[in-house]
């Protein structure tokens, strides 16, 4: 196939993925139609029809449907309006688009009638539009909620040493050790495919026999067989073996599709290395030691090896003695977000009751809903405090803002990460600019249906400091029903 012709068909196509009408038998007596959105049917070849456009230098054969058809532009008693109509129900197109008649007399009805079902159907298609993105927005908004439950219940039973951390699976080792050395006589090292499946997964134990002081590396990979994606890799040198089991912690517990997994171990440089100590002999090959240099069985037996099972998502309990993998464990200039304390979220209280004053509490935490209100006065700012929300590491604080009333009007929400309450409204009534350690994230105006994520970005401190929150009546005068709402409290800190 030419380029030229790879060329006209994919503007073809483009030129046919838009709002189009097709015209069909239409007689020498008709008007002319319309030049732009109508592709005339000349020819059928073995039942598929045969397109062309206005500036199109020959005609197209469909192989399917035009996505967007508007209408059928047809001549009075033509013969080959129903060869069309049955090829597009054969096509899938559903429904069957309208059929108007293009004849003498006809052509101003015909063009009408197309020209507002076209309109109907953009109608459609906006509404279709906007329900997506409000069920997209409604998704993220349930997607950072659930997250940050999450980080909530881990972090608290990280407090307790509550994580889950249950041995799966235990291959002991022999009581005769091998003769054979499997890690330091295998030039590239030896692989094993592990008997259960990935969801769970948070730590691997191997069995090494005597400690040995030397200056060899011990490399450890661990990768899933279906997708070949690398999990973890851990590099240890010889004077963190132990004798006996070691453990191997992966950075979260493995979670979502079961995959198969595979463990590689080498070592680095000429320095032997603590022996592996082996299980009794396995008969199923998949699951015998393989040479990584040959892919072959190194010997018809399995290692010593034990496989632990946690709270997918979740990390290992710090009391937990494990290596840990390299790949997300160093220092990379990476980025951890984490929930605001729970007692910080407790806390909220107002901190300007001397300029604002309500029946009820305007700033407070209701129990068990990770949510701060912030009722907006009529005219002025309502300001809250969370005292100490933001550790001196913390370079970014992000919380969700709502309105809980449909009846309320718009309302503007801001944040500021800053020591004093006079200092936050200076900030927030643009007097002044935030400094290297403070932030501020503007003020970000919503209605009662929408829902958005608002972020203040700062430099590290020495100290904690407070996160100030802030609403106020977009427009000045009813404040009515206006339940103001920040809520999923994150912050991001490096590392």
């Known amino acids: 196939m030419t380029d030229s012709k790879v060329n006209f068909e994919a503007a073809a196509m483009r030129a046919l993925s838009r709002p189009t009408m097709l015209a069909i038998d239409i007689g020498k007596s008709a008007a002319p139609l319309p030049t732009e959105g109508v592709a005339t049917v000349v020819e059928f070849v073995r039942g598929q029809p045969a397109v062309i456009m206005p500036g199109w230098p020959k ?26 109509t049955k090829w597009l129900r054969e096509s899938g197109t559903d429904p069957l688009p309208q ?10 009805r015909a063009l009408a009638a197309a020209t507002a079902e076209l309109k109907r159907l953009a109608a459609e298609g906006l509404t279709a539009y906007s329900e997506t ?32 951390f249950t041995l799966a699976f235990s ?17 590239a090292g030896v692989s094993q495919i ?21 200056g060899g590396t011990l490399e450890l990979t661990l990768a899933s067989l279906e ?28 979670s979502g599709q079961d995959r198969t997994l595979k463990l590689q171990i080498s070592k680095s440089g000429d320095e032997r290395l603590p022996p592996l100590s082996l299980g009794n002999g396995q008969p199923i090959p998949d699951f015998q030691i393989r040479d990584l240099a040959t892919q072959q069985a190194a010997m018809p037996r399995s290692l010593a090896l034990q496989v632990w099972r946690g709270l997918p998502g979740t990390r290992l309990s710090s009391s937990i003695e494990a290596h840990m993998p390299v790949r997300r464990n160093a220092s990379t200039g990476g980025f951890t977000e984490r929930p605001v304390a729970a007692l910080s979220l407790r806390s909220v209280e107002l901190a300007n009751p001397e300029a604002v004053s309500f029946d009820f509490k305007p700033v407070w935490a209701p129990p068990g809903e990770n949510t701060a209100t912030c009722h907006p006065p009529s005219h002025g700012v309502t300001l809250g405090q969370l005292p100490h929300a933001a550790p001196g590491e913390a370079i970014k604080i992000s919380a969700s803002i709502g309105i ?3 009846r309320s009007q718009e309302v503007d929400f801001g944040m500021v990460v800053t020591d004093h ?61 206006a339940q103001a709402r920040f809520k999923d409290f994150t912050i991001m800190v490096r590392g």
């Open 133 to 164: 993105a409000q069920q997209a927005r409604r998704l993220r908004a349930s997607n950072a909620e659930l997250r940050y439950r999450f980080a909530l219940a881990e972090s608290a039973l990280q407090r307790r040493d509550a994580v889950p």
């Open 59 to 84: 005609a197209l054969l469909l192989r399917q449907s035009p996505a967007m058809i508007v209408a059928v532009l047809a001549g009075d008693n033509g013969p080959n309006l129903n060869r069309l």
């Open 421 to 481: 309450p006079a200092r936050a409204l200076e900030i927030l009534q643009g007097g002044s600019s935030p400094l290297p350690h403070e932030a501020f994230s503007g003020w970000a105006r919503i209605t009662s249906k929408q829902a958005r994520r608002i972020s203040a970005f700062c430099d590290v401190s020495d100290d904690a400091r407070n996160v100030f929150i802030a609403t106020r009546m977009t427009h000045p005068g009813d404040n009515s029903y």
């Open 194 to 214: 592990l008997p259960v499946a990935s969801g769970g997964v948070a730590a691997i134990a191997l069995h090494f026999g005597a400690a040995d002081i030397s």
């Open 99 to 108: 059929v108007y008649s293009w004849a003498k007399g006809k052509e101003q």
């Open 227 to 254: 997708d070949a994606q690398l999990l973890e890799r851990w590099s240890i040198t010889s004077t963190e073996i132990a004798a006996g089991w070691n453990i191997f912690g992966l950075s979260r517990t493995l």
């Open 404 to 406: 809980g009333n449909e």
């Open 171 to 187: 291959n002991e080792p022999v009581a005769e050790p091998s003769p054979y050395d499997v890690l330091n006589e295998s030039a």
